[in-house]
């Protein structure tokens, strides 16, 4: 059953949204008002009242939805009766400049175009942020994560889900234990990125750097404008410079095999090891394997 409510508000509102099992879409509206649209879904199941459809009907005529000055508060139906009768689902258009916080169980989220600081929260859903213009927080227990064109800075939390970023204007910080990270990048930005046995995928880092994971494979491209320090346990590294780079290398594997592509590096280069500058010199570059291959590019 949908409903829709409008609520006038100022140009930098507020918007917390919190759903149980319910979708989120947040998307660039008029200027002044936030405008609610929600459906409320009959759950099937041996655990929904008898009374299911009148519930629906009653959270649909009076939705829980608070408004506080130009801050805006949308939620899931309070009673466990009506919890366990429905889901509620939310899309919202808001003004370009709109804080948005949203929390989910296992719903789906979606929030596109704003320009005001974004934190996302699931425990199993997806997630999707794109044409941001500020900063961004996301976290999830094993949602996959993409992101496309963030402006800001991204910071993302996860147990067990991929991370997806393209096009980001800014710095990227990401933990995972076991989700695959891949990112593009068009803007300058400090790289954070930690894994425990996935692979770092990264194209277009422009400053520092600190790739680190146990097992994964690592391959990263870029400009250090800033130190780089990559670490893995037993995976291989791929590292690859701009023509214009300028750099120190302090390359060393354990036990693999230290490789150096190009005639730029100006030092020294054994099987396990390599160093020396790049271009007269620069940011240090420090890679290290306790057991995997290196492969440093040199245009």
Known sequence: MAFERSYTVGA?????????RGKIDVSVGTADRIV?????????????????????KRVAANPPIEQEDSALRLRPPPAPE?????TVAYAVSV??????????????????????KV??????????????????D????????DADSVGGNLDVTTQSSRVSVRNLGAGLR???????VEGTFRGQGNVDVGTGSSAIDLVGVNGGLTATSNSGRIRVSGLPTAPWQVTSGSGSFELDFDSNAKLTLDARSGSGSVRVDGS???????KGAASGTVGGGGPLVKANSRSGSIRVGLR
């Open 12 to 20: 930098t509102p507020t918007l917390d949204v919190s759903t149980i």
């Open 36 to 56: 609610v649209r929600g459906t409320a879904t009959v759950r099937l199941g041996l655990s929904s009242p008898t009374e299911a459809y009148e519930l629906v």
């Open 82 to 86: 009506e919890q366990r009768a429905m």
């Open 95 to 116: 003004p370009r400049g709109t804080v948005v916080r949203t929390n989910s169980d296992s719903g789906e989220t979606t929030i596109a175009g704003v320009s005001g």
């Open 119 to 136: 934190s996302v929260r699931t425990e199993s859903a997806s997630i999707l942020v794109r044409d941001l213009s500020g900063d961004a």
């Open 138 to 145: 996301v976290t999830t227990q094993s949602g996959s994560v």
């Open 174 to 180: 990401v933990r995972t234990q076991s989700g695959a």
């Open 264 to 270: 730029a590096l100006q030092g020294s280069t054994t």
